[in-house]
């Protein structure tokens, strides 16, 4: 086990914060990444945090642009 010697990190420890421990937290809704880092070995983790409140299926339908 290399925990102890993997370096931690959080894109936006405004949504999901790291300890140096590996220990996650979370911050508030949103989404993120965490790497963790070991001599060349890089890994990702996304962390999805969901909103307390449900969003209308109709309103993700609704086409705003050209590109929708």
Not at 29 to 53: C, L, S
């Amino acid at each position: 086990d290399v925990t102890w010697l993997a370096k931690f990190a959080s894109n936006d420890a405004g949504v999901v914060d790291v300890s140096p421990t590996g220990l996650v937290q979370i911050v508030r809704q949103g989404e993120t990444a965490i790497r963790v880092m070991f001599e060349d070995a890089v890994e990702i983790v996304t962390f999805t945090v969901p909103y307390e409140a449900e969003v209308e299926p109709a309103r993700l339908a609704q086409k705003n642009n050209f590109i929708d």
